[in-house]
């Protein structure tokens, strides 16, 4: 085994992806109210967000954990999604139990039956402009924060098949939203037009159509960046870049990405942060960067450049567990919800360099 | 012969007509069994459904505008007063010194709420009426330029952030607060507020705007109301905190005590959830004041004395140095003048139990209250001039603003706006509405649970034994004129009635209201319009999309599968417009082990979308919840076969009328 310092950007020049020097895990023993974490979001204030299943768990610029759940007014403690309003500075929370908003320290519910909310069953939230976007099991409602109005999609005003949905993000312009079964819906606010996008093949079982639209229709989450729209599915990746109308799709037997069981996909710029079974991968489509944990529980990285043979290292630290649930990344960290707790990337540079080792 | 034919001709005609009669009158009660729904018609008339239209009610009809004042600001200078008339969509300047009117000029909205830039060269204005604020060059008053913003903002705050001029609104109609750019002017966020957000006012060293929210937010039936003081950055509009006021509400101003690093404002402290016979032991309602300290800690204290009460505090302002407070007393018709070194002292001295428990010691105000200042009627904004020499009092029906020296605590004269409207019965009625005196003790004013003549969102305890838990929820006496019967039981055929000598000795528990001025209070009422609940921009257009599904299907006759609705169970048949009801008792399930019986009133629903909670006892707290939750069995309408989008259409279409 040769040590050396490791990877991108420190060693790399031009290479487009943020690799993780190493992890900071947290777990209950910190303060976390449960080892099971389904979201993740960092707020501009600085402030870590942790959707569980037992409760809304904040990490404080200070590094102490504080849990918020049904007591303090959260309508159910499993957190599903979170996102922040970027003007009024309030975080909207999708849970199993209806739409909770978090406003200077207090909650309020939205519920399928006190208010317009499609469903209880609230799997993501977005927050467009004036628009609250909930991604139901009963449709995708819209809120809008000035007139108090919802407006509902489902299978029976849009194009979608069937109307659960599990996921929403903000296009340019247009407004994406997840369908499981459903592939991928697009909506136009301003003309109020619906487009669908589904696997050319219809099999989800079978890759047959390569690079000519979602892999599959079984939509576990869906990302919006620059120009960038990505699939997450349970049987691999799509990416479908809107400048250039061009799709491409992934699994994990022919790619390197590490696993076609996504659970959800996070875009920064033209990268997305994959979220699945076997660990996360970061990927622009053309370079890769996966994180997984060996059966001794050490982490390792494996650096796909395109046009070259990948590199495995070994981390000193792990990611806190190989099932990844949801990811959040900047220019400078990335932090991992997972099924046993919730990681803190700290990227590579020249500082952090020596605390990763290359593998032989 | 002749004799003959004509004893058979009038039988004949006798014959007919008692059998046209008996089938008219047949025919009749079936059109009404029909119509109404109802099998046992009891008393219904034909008027019950075939009611007059809206243009014929009172107040529909054109009355008396007054020059009544609204928000205050003085001039940086002290030399000039600007006046807000919003009856009159005028703003008034009056000179400082003279106390004598100098210009007025239009401006259309209802201009309410006021603010100066800091040098005083740009006047602020929210608009109400018209949802906007304007912006006028206080050299010429002339409007240089408006911005729409939410439903009825009541007031307005400037300051200058790091980010720029801002504006802060309150929208009391929509429940959100407009951040406003000034150059340009543009609405830059509205974030969501408590409800009915009134007042606002920016902390001593400008990075805290903080509102006043007028109404609670009310949780669990049986749990006590809390308002909320909503916190604002207000260079970038996010919300920093929501300060709960705990079992507090109707705070109409806000004012900061820089010097100590406070927030001050005004409150009534309510107990709803008591039998409103406790009156007699002063256990409803009672005039505070919270103290927001820097530290986040909230405090309340008593405005009012042992046997003395001080209703409906509204205006608040300090004085420059930290040392007092004025606090205007709407219903009692005087301004509170609070010792604050005597309360700083005492916070930093007593410990939290202490301070927590402070708002029910009434004996306390006597360390504290230094005078009581006599004014004319309901004084509400407050102003003190840049010197702090001079305090200026709105009093909003006498249509004077009173200028009292606050070294001697005594008042130098008035700005005199008008003639007071003394022959105006309506305006008559009002002063009977806002003032405490008809009330044991003064506790409260008509106004204290009904402020602006709407409701207060709360429901009231009103079991006569006295044993409590029968919650009967506030409604609206906005757009109540050709409602009758009035009470849920609908024993009330009048609004005299209603107010009359029983009301006085459940409620108020003192002598009834003298029947001239019953009758003039009755006036009043009658002649209160609807509250609006849709942007002023959308007045006059058409439906929404689903607003027009929604009224489609508040007219629906059939079920989306052809099925009948019954008459009785449609939404038309006891909402019938124009007013919405058909003014019988109904039974719609929701009965409950304390109620006497299951009928009650049919509400109207003009106006409905801002008087939640809903049903008798308010225990819906949304419109969604009268349907989703508190729905038996259909009989509150057929609804089992909405979708969730019909639902909310109608929800949409209810929140238009």
């Not at chain 2, 805290?208 to 669990?220: F, P």
């Not at chain 2, 019967?485 to 009330?492: L, M, S």
Request: glycine share 10%; charged share 20%; aromatic share 8%.
């Amino acid at each position: 085994m040769s040590a050396r310092a490791a990877t991108a950007p420190a060693d790399g020049p031009a290479f487009p992806l943020p690799v993780v020097a190493r992890f900071e895990n947290f777990g209950e023993k910190d303060g976390l109210p449960s080892h099971k974490v389904h979201s993740v979001l960092k707020t501009s204030d600085g402030r870590v967000w942790l959707g569980t299943n037992n409760g809304l768990c904040v990490r404080e610029t200070d590094g102490r954990f504080h849990t918020y759940g049904t007591k303090e007014g959260i309508s159910h403690p499993t957190v599903l999604g979170m996102a922040e309003d970027p003007r009024a500075g309030d975080l909207w929370l999708a849970t199993m139990q209806g739409l909770s908003r978090f406003s200077g320290g207090k909650f309020t519910v939205f519920t399928q039956t006190n208010s317009g909310l499609p469903n209880n069953v609230v799997y993501a939230v977005a927050v467009i402009d004036d628009t609250v976007w909930a991604a139901t099991a009963a449709g995708t409602g819209a809120y809008n924060l000035k007139t108090k109005g919802w407006k509902l999609y489902n299978e029976s005003n849009t194009v979608m098949n069937e109307p659960w949905c599990y996921s929403v993000a903000a296009g340019e312009g247009v407004i994406y939203l997840g369908v499981w079964a459903g592939g991928i819906v697009e909506h136009d606010p301003r003309t109020g037009s619906f487009k669908a996008y589904r696997d050319p093949d219809g099999e989800f079982h079978i890759h047959l159509l390569r690079d000519s639209g979602p892999i599959v229709d079984v939509t576990s989450g869906v990302a919006f960046d620059d120009g960038v729209l990505w699939q997450a599915t349970y049987f691999g990746l799509s990416r479908y870049d809107t400048r250039q109308a061009t799709w491409r799709t992934w699994v994990q037997d022919k790619t390197p990405l590490v696993s076609s069981f996504i659970n959800t996909v996070f875009a920064h710029g033209r990268v997305a942060w994959l979220s699945t079974d076997r660990g996360a991968s970061v990927t622009d489509g053309d370079n890769w960067v996966n994180y997984t944990v060996d059966e001794a529980g050490r982490g390792l990285v494996r650096i796909h450049r395109t046009g070259q043979e990948p590199e495995t290292h070994t981390l000193t630290t792990a990611l806190s567990d190989s099932f990844v649930t949801a990811i959040w990344a900047d220019d400078h960290e990335a932090w991992f919800a997972t099924s046993n707790g919730v990681s803190h990337g700290i990227f590579a540079g020249p500082a952090a360099a020596a605390t990763v080792t290359a593998n032989p | 012969m002749k004799l003959k034919s004509l004893i058979v001709v009038a039988t004949v005609v006798a014959l007919a007509g008692a059998a046209g009669s008996v089938g008219g009158y047949y025919g009749l009660r079936a059109h009404q069994r029909r119509q109404s729904g109802k099998p046992n018609l009891g008393f219904i008339s034909c008027n019950h459904c075939h009611q007059s239209s809206l243009a014929a009610l009172p107040w529909a009809q054109p009355r008396p505008h007054h020059d009544a004042p609204g928000g205050i600001v003085i001039s940086p200078d002290g030399k000039r007063v600007f006046i807000a008339l919003d009856d009159r969509d005028e703003i008034a300047e009056a000179d400082a010194t003279s106390l004598t009117v100098t210009r007025r000029v239009k401006v259309p909205g209802g201009p309410f709420g006021l603010a100066l830039d800091a040098t005083g060269q740009r006047l602020f204005v929210a608009c109400p009426r018209q949802d906007r604020v304007a912006v006028l060059d206080t050299r010429d008053l002339k409007e240089q330029a408006s911005v729409e913003v939410g439903v009825r903002p009541t007031a307005v705050a400037y300051c200058q952030t790091s980010s720029g001029e801002r504006l802060i609104v309150p929208n009391s109609g929509s429940d959100d607060i407009s951040v406003l750019s000034v150059s340009p002017l543009s609405e830059l966020v509205r974030p969501a507020a408590g409800r009915e957000p009134y007042a606002v006012a920016l902390s001593g060293d400008g990075r805290r705007a903080c509102v006043a929210n007028r109404m609670a937010v009310r949780g669990d039936l049986m749990s006590p109301p809390a308002s909320e003081v909503t916190v604002l950055d207000p260079a970038s509009g996010r919300v920093l905190d929501r300060e709960p006021q705990h079992s507090a509400h109707l705070a109409e101003g806000i004012t900061p005590v820089s010097v100590r690093g406070w927030m001050l404002n005004p409150l009534v402290r309510v107990r709803n959830l008591v039998p409103i016979t406790q009156v007699k032991d002063g256990w409803v309602m009672s005039a505070g004041l919270a103290i927001s300290q820097e530290n986040g800690e909230v405090t309340q204290v008593p405005l009012d004395e042992a046997n003395a009460y001080f209703s409906d505090p509204s205006g608040v302002v300090a004085s420059s140095d930290g040392k007092r407070a004025y606090v205007a007393s709407g219903g009692a018709d005087v301004v509170t003048v609070v010792d604050l070194d005597w309360l700083g002292a005492w916070l930093t001295r007593v410990d939290a139990a202490t301070r927590n428990e402070a708002i029910f010691d009434l004996a306390m105000s006597y360390h504290y209250v230094i005078a009581r200042i006599p004014t004319g009627c309901n004084p509400r904004h407050l102003a003190l001039s840049p010197d702090g020499r001079r305090l200026f009092v709105a009093e909003r029906l006498d249509d004077a603003v009173l200028v009292v020296d606050t070294a001697s605590l005594g008042p130098v004269g008035r700005i005199v706006l008008g003639d007071g409207g003394r022959d105006d019965p309506i305006r008559q009625g009002e002063r009977v509405f806002t003032r405490s005196k008809y009330t044991f003790q003064s506790q409260f004013s008509c106004r204290s649970c009904h402020p602006d003549g709407h409701v207060d969102g709360l429901a009231y305890d009103f079991d006569g034994s006295g044993v409590g838990d029968n919650l009967l929820d506030n409604r609206s006496l906005c757009g109540v004129a050709g409602t009758a019967p009035f009470k849920w039981n609908g024993k009330n055929p009048t609004l005299q009635f209603q107010d009359g000598p029983r009301f006085a000795r459940v409620l108020m528990r003192t002598d009834p209201i003298p029947t001239p001025q019953l009758d003039e209070l009755a006036t009043f009422l009658e002649h209160q319009p609807p509250t609006r609940t849709i942007p002023w921009s959308r007045v006059g257009k058409p439906l929404s999309p689903a607003a027009e599904r929604g009224r489609k299907l508040f007219y629906a006759t059939r079920q989306t599968n052809g099925t009948p609705i019954p008459r009785a169970l449609q939404c038309q048949t006891c909402h019938r417009p124009p007013l919405f009801t058909d003014r019988l008792l109904r039974s719609v399930g929701t009965q409950e082990a304390r109620d006497p019986n299951g009928m009650f009133d049919t509400p109207h629903l003009i106006g409905v979308g801002a008087s939640a909670p809903y049903l008798h006892d308010g225990r819906a707290k949304t419109l969604e919840e009268i349907w989703t939750t508190y729905q038996k069995d259909d009989q509150h309408g057929v609804s089992s076969y909405w979708s969730k989008e019909q639902l909310n259409d109608l929800v949409e279409y209810l929140k238009t009328l």
